[in-house]
Each structure stands twice: as C-alpha cells, then as structure tokens.
C-alpha cells in the first residue's frame, strides 16, 4: 500500500493540469498500489525514481534500468530483498505498459502483459500454469476460490474474450454498463491462468482495455484500493451455500462506479470478510438467537476492556480489529492497514497505543512486528 497516501506527492501529479505530468503520475502511483494485491510495498528507492521520470528528468525505459541495476548492484545488500526487487521491478514495468496507448483486446494480448510485467522475476512468466491450484482467503476465513482447471485454461481465456468481444454495449448511462463489466472481469480473474500475478496482470489489462472504450481512469482507485479490488474478485467468485454465502458482484460493481463515475461508495476490506455481518453484530452486543453457535462468540469477545479515555473512532478501530482476529490469531500493520483502510504511519500510532493500553502483546517465532490480543486470562 502507497504511504502516507493522504500527503503522497503522486497523487498531487495526478491532480495536475499538465498531462504529461499527470498521465504519469497516474502511472506510477497506480504500478506502486496494484503491488498491495501481494502484500508487497515498494521502496524510497523506487518512488525516487519515479519522480525523476515524472519531472522529465529521465525518460521511463531510463527509469526502469536504474531500478534493475539498482537490484543487481545490490544482491549483498541485507536490506534488499526478494520481495523489495519483484515491488520495484514489476511497478516500474506497469507504469511503462500504463503510459503506452498500444492495445489489442485478445488473449495474446493479456498473455503478453504478464510476461512483460514478470519477466526475470518469475519463472513462469508468460506462461499458462500446467497444474491445479488454490489459495487461502483472508476475505473467505481460509476458503479458497474454485479456479480454473489447469487442463482448460487456454480454452477458458478465448471463451471469455470472445463473448466480450460479441456483447454490444449499448448507447446509455455508463451505469447500466458496469453489472457486465463486473461480470467480465470477475470471470477473466477467476481462471487464474498464471501460478502468481494474476491480480495485477488482469488490474492492467482491465485499465488499458477500459481506456479503449473512451473511459478516463486517471484517478487514484487503483492506487489506494487495490486489496479491495482483488477481494471484490474473490467474493465475485466464491459460493457456500451451506453457510449462506453467494457469489455476488455487488462489492466489484461499488469499485467501478467509484471508477469510472466519479461516486464515493465507502470501500472497506472488513465489510467484503464473509463474517463480517455476524462479527459486526456480536461485536455491538446484539442478541442471538438461543442455540446459535455465534453466542459463544459473543461472550468471548464482550471480554475486551477498552479504556473510555480513548477516542470513540480509536475505539471502534479496536473493535473491528477484535472482529476479524480474536484472542487466536496474530496480525501486523499491513493486516491493520488492509482491514481498517489506514496507511502506514496511522496504522503504526494505532498498534504502539494498544501496546501501550496492554491490549496486545507482540508474538514470537510469527516474525517481526506480529501481535495477538490478550484475553483477561493472559494478563
């Protein structure tokens, strides 16, 4: 997730009259966002660099040179790793693919994205995964998507670039079009046609393919809402009937409205958690039904002690993070940024307050800067 987001100078380029400026600005604040789809986070480095290239200092295949010399130079480096080179690397080869017009709507076409995106950074890149996968979901409580079969992935990828290419939009508000945008894009994201990259390769395809409908997306969507983004595509893509829960488009469709008409529908990560309704409520103290399973829950989380000299949105912070995480499992600040749509520097002040109130305690062996809450046992 982009720092410091409300006072982040790319989100000022954007705002900007001059559209060179602007369109790259555009460019590199979405390429830095789309890297929260896997927890990734890019570097001062990287955002440097980007700056330069926005200023007309440096031309973007400048840009994205000084970025992989940097990772090459920088092997030994302690403070380098994997994951700090596929942020940079793969956000500086988006900005470049974002700022060309060149586009053809076909399966090559988003094939090729991927490999340009991931090139050298994985194995696979450009390459139809060959075996069956699934991922646990935060969104699903540890459920995964059924995804497409290794075996039809080709075949899947044509079905459904050819029924869009043959679905005439019609004439009308822009409003009557997003239900079946929605449709689309969940069912493209839902074959999962690469091992990794996936979100990211289809946000692009996504952007570039709305651009050749006459759509403006030079806003900030992407770059501040990226995780929710791919967590719309989830529950887009995910039924459990023995629990109530349908796939719906409803969280997908609240994100292009945001996109391409300008509203501001509230976009919250917690509201998309498939527990969400029954946690907001045991959280709030509202009665179950006897006999409901979700009583117990209800008793064990009335056991938190938040002191009244807190702010009441301090206190409701608190309160949505004991809704998703219990006394039983651990969370960072990337969990805290994600779940209440804070940026870096809130989310750190929020944390070290809790540390400070005895709320939490830090967990050892989990990695640094993970913590569970304290039940009244604990402490």
């Excluded at 702010?311 to 651990?330: A, N, P, V």
Aim: charged content about 30%; some cysteine.
């Amino acid at each position: 997730m982009v720092d410091d987001i409300k006072n982040d100078p790319f989100e000022e380029y954007i705002k900007q009259s001059e559209p060179s400026k602007k369109d790259l600005g555009y460019a590199w604040y979405t390429a830095m966002g789309l890297q929260a789809v896997d927890g990734l986070k890019t570097s001062d480095y990287l955002k440097k660099v980007a700056k330069d290239n926005i200023e007309g200092n440096i031309s973007l295949p400048e840009a994205n040179k000084l970025i992989e010399s940097y990772y090459i130079a920088s092997t030994d480096r302690k403070e380098s790793s994997d994951r700090d080179r596929e942020a940079d690397i793969v956000a500086g080869r988006i900005a470049a693919i974002l700022s060309e017009n060149a586009f053809t709507f076909s399966v090559p076409q988003y094939i090729g994205i991927h490999r340009r995106i991931f090139e050298g950074v994985f194995s696979h890149a450009g390459k139809i995964r060959d075996y069956n996968i699934s991922k646990r979901e935060w969104v699903l409580d540890g459920a995964s998507v059924n995804y497409g079969n290794a075996l039809e992935l080709r075949e899947m990828l044509e079905y459904d670039m050819q029924k869009e290419r043959e679905y005439k939009y019609a004439f009308s508000a822009v409003a009557e079009l997003i239900p079946h945008l929605a449709e689309f894009v969940s069912n493209l994201w839902q074959i999962h046609a690469f091992g990794e990259g996936n979100t990211r390769t289809t946000a692009v395809f996504l952007i570039k393919y709305l651009r050749s409908l006459g759509f403006d997306v030079t806003n900030d969507l992407f770059a501040k809402n990226s995780w929710y983004f791919r967590n719309a595509l989830v529950r887009a893509n995910y039924n459990d009937y023995t629990k109530n829960i349908r796939e719906t488009t409803e969280y997908l469709e609240l994100f292009l409205r945001n996109l391409l008409l300008g509203e501001t529908n509230e976009l919250k990560n917690r509201y998309l958690h498939v527990r969400w309704k029954d946690a907001k409520q045991d959280i709030q103290g509202i009665k179950q039904d006897i006999g409901d399973s979700k009583q117990d829950i209800q008793e064990i989380k009335q056991d938190i002690e938040i002191p009244n000299e807190l702010s009441s949105k301090t206190k409701q912070h608190i309160r949505d993070l004991f809704c998703e995480f219990g006394y039983d499992r651990f969370f960072g600040r990337t969990d805290v940024q994600n779940i209440l749509g804070l940026t870096a520097s809130p989310s750190s002040a929020l944390l070290k307050r809790m540390l400070e109130l005895d709320l939490i305690y830090p967990m050892k062996g989990k990695g640094k800067g993970k913590y569970l809450f304290k039940n009244t046992e604990d402490k």
